[in-house]
Nanobody, 126 residues
């Protein structure tokens, strides 16, 4: 089982940038694709981005495409979400998630991600 801990959230102004980090412990981090999801108050959890095991394949929600960049460091066992040009509608709890071993799934189906972090709050003020 992979344990995931997110960090980097906080209060920012519209237009600012922020980088989220997700530290993974446990075996086989590099053998799993990773995803970021977010959940705003009163809304369903939604897919943000995902990255394959090697980092060679990525996927983004339309709402963040061109503004957010996902990356990973398989030596440090970390996955990152660089968020630029933040908008108030980006306000949410952001969670990282790990897919099953040997998976290169980078889709948006949350049920195909099996380990989840507790999340980090990002609040964007206008």
């Amino acid at each position: 089982q992979v344990q995931l801990v997110e960090s980097g959230g906080g209060l920012v102004q519209a237009g600012d940038s922020r980088r989220l980090s997700c530290a993974a412990s446990g075996p086989f981090f590099s053998s799993r694709s990773m995803g970021w999801f977010r959940q705003a108050p009163g809304k369903e959890r939604e897919f943000v981005s995902a990255i394959s095991r090697s980092g060679g394949s990525t996927n983004y929600a339309d709402s963040v495409k061109g503004r957010f960049t996902i990356s990973r460091d398989n030596v440090k066992n970390q996955v990152y979400l660089q968020m630029n040009s933040l908008k108030p509608e980006d306000t949410a709890v952001y969670s990282c998630a790990a897919a099953s071993r040997f998976s290169d799934y980078v889709g948006s189906d949350s049920q195909l991600y099996y380990s989840w972090g507790q999340g980090t709050q990002v609040t964007v003020s206008s």
